[in-house]
């Protein structure tokens, strides 16, 4: 069973763009938003995403909203727990496609990592 998992050396989600996320509103409090908007860099690119590492700089410290774990998922979009693997896999690939593309590197090694189609057993 694919089994989600964020994949080293991507960062599609750090690309915070609030054209390609209109939607921010629904689910993030006023505060939540405010500091979403605070993070957006010029270029589209959260300001704490390190593009040479392709790293989060502040991980410890990241916002509520970038972490990948039920009660948020559950708060912020009405995930149930037990659909929280399909949910995120899902977001991951939508996210990846919009920044990357549907079948660039990105996409691949994250289908290979997490257990999805026929390249499982490829090195990228
Ligand atoms: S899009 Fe998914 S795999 Fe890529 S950095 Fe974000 S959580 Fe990790
Ligand atoms: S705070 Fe970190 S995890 Fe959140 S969008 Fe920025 S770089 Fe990505």
Known sequence: MPTWRCVKQCGACCHLDPTDRPDLE?????????????????????????????????????????????????????????????FAIACCQEQIEGVYGDRSLEQLRFEREVGIGPISNIDL
């Open 26 to 86: 629904d689910y993030l409090l006023s505060t939540e938003l405010a500091l979403y908007l605070s993070m957006v860099g010029d270029d589209g690119w959260c300001v704490h995403f390190d593009k040479a590492t392709r790293e989060c700089s502040v991980y410890d410290d990241r916002p509520r909203f970038c972490r990948v774990e039920p009660d948020v998922f559950q708060d912020l979009f009405g995930v149930e727990p037990t659909e929280l693997n399909d």
